[in-house]
């Protein structure tokens, strides 16, 4: 008898990720995103999606581990204070972290800043059957820098490579890169956290107020607070010009931290889904092989036979089941 099919994710969870994703093929204006957004949902409801997703990927992620041949690129972006970290603490709460390893980019190092802007990023791609988390990346180059174009002068770039043309060649450089990963079998999806000012402020707020969080707080992001205006205008640029369909933007409502979290984990379930993962099926001279392994482990402790012999038909049994697979 055959299994019912499992109804497909999409339909499902597309009215919490479709509205949010930027892919290219249509203008992009960074006003027409509310940073307040609902869904039309409340936080109880918001709650009960963000656990079922949880559950989805931790299962996608033990097939695509067991698999071994896709592996997955999330980028975060966002101002100060707009959930970035505990976002990917509370979406991915449950999934094996052995599967996963997230990497915070923080001011590039002397070390860094003698390779490539890309280098850095590009040693800490996830392998195959991983999922790589990047907390910033590569897109600082195109926000941070451009805001403070005095960081550009300190990255010992030769200097008639500097030009007005910089960062539309950065553009180009992101999209290739990403393209070069999508074809090599990593998946990109890029998620920008957009809070509103006001709700940072209340954030900022937050962290003086409550002693367990004066450590997130630092004078650096009140005085970036100043250039608001700059960053949203280079967000709106980066991201106009590095939306494609192989590695989209989600402009995700940053306000209301719980929905934040759905629009995540519904993006990343939903795309793990069209990938198709299965456990790695078995050969039936493995299955014998099995039956051998089992009837040996099965039988051992009962004193029956030599110790020894059963050790070596087992572990003869063992070896021809790894070579097999």
């Not at 001279?285 to 020894?308: C, H, I, Q, Y």
Request: with cysteine; proline share 5%.
């Amino acid at each position: 008898m055959s299994k019912k099919p499992v109804p497909s994710l999409g339909p499902l969870l597309r009215p919490f990720a479709a509205p949010f994703r930027v892919d290219g093929s249509g203008e992009f204006h960074l006003k027409s995103y509310k940073t307040d957004e609902k869904g039309g949902l409340d936080k109880t409801k918001g709650e009960k999606i963000l656990d079922a997703n949880r559950k989805r990927l931790s299962d996608f992620q033990e097939k695509l581990y067991a698999q071994d041949r896709w592996s997955l690129l999330l980028i975060f972006q966002g101002m100060d204070a707009a959930g970035k970290d505990s976002a990917i603490k509370s979406v991915f709460d449950g999934v094996n972290p052995q599967g996963c390893e997230v990497t915070s980019f923080k001011q590039p190092s002397a070390h860094e800043l003698d390779h490539d802007f890309m280098w850095r990023s590009a040693v800490a791609l996830p392998q195959r059957g991983r999922i790589g988390i990047f907390n910033r990346s590569y897109y600082e180059e195109c926000l941070v820098v451009r805001v403070h174009p005095e960081i550009l002068a300190k990255q010992k770039i030769p200097p008639r490579l500097v030009t007005r043309n910089i960062w539309r060649e950065r553009f180009e450089d992101i999209s290739a890169f990403e393209r070069y990963l999508t074809r090599n079998g990593t998946m990109v999806l890029k998620f920008f956290l957009n809070i509103s000012k006001k709700k940072q402020r209340e954030r900022f707020l937050e962290r003086l107020q409550q002693p367990a969080k004066n450590w997130k707080f630092s004078m650096n992001d009140v005085t970036e607070r100043a250039f608001w205006p700059r960053y949203m205008a280079v967000y709106q640029d980066t991201v106009r010009h590095t939306s494609t369909p192989f590695a989209p933007w989600y402009v995700v409502p940053a306000d209301h931290k719980w929905f934040a979290r759905v629009v995540i984990g519904s993006a990343i379930v939903s795309v793990l889904e069209e990938l198709n993962l299965r456990f790695p099926r078995v050969g039936e001279a493995s299955k014998e092989e099995f039956a051998t392994v089992r009837k040996a482990l099965e039988s051992e402790g009962k004193g029956k036979g030599n110790g020894k012999g059963k050790a070596k038909r087992l572990a003869g049994a063992a070896k021809r089941v790894a070579k097999s697979g």
